[in-house]
C-alpha cells in the first residue's frame, strides 16, 4: 500500500537556526498537504501544494513540492520556540481524494 | 465561525466495551473524516463521511463504524473495544470530500482501553 515517510523523525535545533524536514511518498500524489502538531494538540492545517515543482512561501516557512510529485519539503528559516511541535506531510490515499496519509511526522524542539 | 468541537476529551473503557465518540464540524463544512493517532505517530485514516454516507474507508474493522447526520456532525462508535484501540481520535471536517482547501481538526477525544 501507498507510504508516506519524513525524514529526520527528530530535530533539535537552536533558536535562530534553521531547519528542514522532508517527506518522501512511495506512489505519486495529486497534491501534498502540511499540518503542525503543538504538544498535546491537533493538527493544525498549514498549505497544500498542487503543482509539479510549486514552491509556496509563509512568511519564514518554504514549502516545496518535487517535480515528480513524490516528494515535498518545509524549510522554517531562522526558527522560534513558537515553532515547536511536530511537522506532517499528508497525501491522498491513492486515488480517493480527501483520504489522506500520514507520515510519521518530524518533531521539532528550538532549544532558546 | 466554529470550529471543530469533540466530546468527550476523555475518556476510560474497559476491555470489550462499546464507545461513541461525537464530533461537531466546523460551519460551513460537509464532510467528516475520523483519524487515530497512536501516541508518537502520525494520524491513521478511519473513514469520511459525505452527505451523510460512507465515502472511504481506512484499515479498521466493521467493528469501528460511524454516522454522519443532517447538521453534517458525526459520531465514531468502536465496538468490542481491545487494549490497542488506545489511541486520540481525532475528528476532521472540510468543505467537500476533496479536502481541497485543508481539513480543520478538532481537539480529539484521549480513550483509554484497560
Known amino acids: 500500500g501507498q507510504q508516506v515517510m519524513q525524514i529526520p523523525q527528530y530535530q533539535h535545533v537552536q533558536e535562530g537556526e534553521d531547519f528542514t524536514t522532508y517527506c518522501n511518498s512511495s506512489t505519486t500524489l495529486s497534491n501534498i498537504q502540511w499540518y503542525k502538531q503543538r504538544p498535546g494538540g491537533h493538527p493544525v492545517f498549514l498549505i497544500q501544494?498542487?503543482?509539479?515543482?510549486e514552491v509556496k512561501k509563509q512568511k519564514r516557512l518554504t514549502f516545496q513540492f518535487g517535480e515528480a510529485k513524490k516528494n515535498s519539503s518545509l524549510h522554517i528559516t531562522a526558527t522560534q520556540t513558537t515553532d515547536v511541535g511536530t511537522y506532517f506531510c499528508?497525501?491522498?490515499?491513492?486515488?480517493?481524494?480527501?483520504?489522506?496519509?500520514f507520515g510519521q511526522g518530524t518533531i521539532l524542539t528550538v532549544h532558546p | 465561525e466554529t470550529g471543530v468541537t469533540q466530546s468527550p476529551t476523555h475518556l476510560i473503557k474497559t476491555r470489550g466495551q462499546q464507545v461513541t465518540l461525537r464530533c461537531s464540524s466546523q460551519?460551513?463544512?460537509?464532510?467528516v473524516s475520523w483519524y487515530q493517532q497512536a501516541l508518537g505517530q502520525g494520524p491513521q485514516f478511519i473513514f469520511q463521511y459525505y452527505r451523510e454516507e460512507e465515502n472511504g474507508r481506512g484499515n479498521f474493522p466493521p467493528r469501528f463504524s460511524g454516522l454522519q447526520f443532517p447538521n453534517y456532525s458525526s459520531e465514531l462508535n468502536v465496538n468490542a473495544l481491545e487494549l490497542d484501540d488506545s489511541a486520540l481520535y481525532l475528528c476532521?471536517?472540510?468543505?467537500?470530500?476533496?479536502?481541497?482547501?485543508?481539513?480543520?481538526f478538532g481537539s480529539g477525544t484521549r480513550l483509554t482501553v484497560v
Open positions: 460551519s460551513g463544512h460537509n464532510t
Open positions: 501544494l498542487v503543482k509539479s515543482g
Open positions: 476532521a471536517s472540510s468543505l467537500g470530500d476533496r479536502g481541497n482547501y485543508g481539513y480543520t
Open positions: 499528508a497525501g491522498p490515499r491513492g486515488t480517493s481524494y480527501g483520504k489522506l496519509t
